[in-house]
């Protein structure tokens, strides 16, 4: 009969998948180290599988022992939600949410919202992940994408959070000379991955013989190069005022204006989770967007 694992085998994996050695495992299951020693052969011989590997990092888990480990992490987070709801006798928020959206949007957008209110949900995990497509909804990669465009896709449902526009910015030493002669300042760009962008089509309509002197893979890394002085950009106008020594010197670029959307899968609306980070999200992300 295949041998059967339960929870004390989970707890004995974790804590020497986060410890790497049998001191610090044996520290944080109260135990002594030749206790964890037997335990962890005994687990490892039933199971018929190697677990940890010993090296002079430590003990490294296989790839089995991470897989155990991250269930042994997932079952961790449903007492402490059990724990929680016992003492506040309410119906606790919990479950882990997998969320996507672009770097720049994370860093400038989303962020600042989670650190407002997810101390308050101690129960509930994000996976966050960045990306510039939907396929990861699509593929049921993630549960809700943050996304700025103009045309969500119809297989989703979620709510449009406002619009922002796309300005020229750099260092204000570099204002005369975009006025008189765009071509006459160092421009950074997106590359060839993000060629369809609406900045990048503003740029080829309105300055068809200019050429970027730098191109980058996303808005993050572009608004960086703008802050060392390289060049200037075309950026979101909610990114500018975080770049410090970066100001608009021009008014909003025409044909560039694009909303943001907080979308999810239909099948997952109805998830208390999702819910809630819909209703937390929305208010502090439209705030955001009318700075």
């Known amino acids: 009969m295949q041998y059967q694992i339960n929870h004390a085998d989970l707890a004995l994996v974790l804590a020497l998948e986060r410890g790497r050695s049998l001191a610090k495992a044996a520290e944080l299951l109260k135990v002594d180290v030749s206790t964890v020693f ?30 155990l480990a991250e269930q042994a992490e997932r079952a961790e987070q449903a007492l402490d939600a059990a724990r929680i709801a016992l003492t506040s006798g309410e119906q606790v928020v919990s479950g882990t949410v997998r969320l996507t959206c672009t770097e720049a949007v994370l860093h400038s957008l989303l962020l600042p919202a989670l650190a407002e209110f997810m101390p308050n949900y101690p129960a509930l995990s994000l996976e966050m992940g960045t990306s510039n497509t939907f396929a990861n909804l699509s593929r049921r990669d993630a549960d809700i994408a943050l996304r700025l465009t103009n045309t969500p896709p119809e297989h989703l449902v979620g709510r449009c959070l406002g ?38 089509v503003w740029r080829n ?20 190069l703008v802050t060392t002085g390289l060049g200037v950009a075309a950026l979101p106008d909610y990114m500018v005022h975080d770049l410090p020594g970066v100001e608009a010197l021009s008014g909003p670029l025409p044909g560039c204006d694009t909303q943001l959307w907080l979308l999810t899968r239909p099948d997952c609306r109805a998830l208390r989770s999702v819910q809630t980070l819909f209703e937390e999200l929305t208010p502090r992300l439209r705030d955001a967007m009318l700075r």
């Open 38 to 67: 037997r335990s962890i052969r005994r687990l490892e011989s039933a199971l018929g599988t190697a677990l940890f590997v010993k090296s002079r990092k430590g003990y490294l888990p296989t790839d089995t022992a991470q897989a």
């Open 205 to 224: 309509q309105h300055h068809p013989g200019l050429v970027p002197r730098y191109q980058c893979s996303g808005m993050s890394t572009i608004a960086q």
């Open 163 to 200: 619009s922002t526009s796309y300005v020229v910015c750099g260092q204000p030493t570099l204002r005369e000379r975009l006025q008189e002669s765009p071509a006459s300042v160092p421009w950074i760009a997106p590359d060839d991955a993000m060629q369809d962008h609406a900045t990048v």
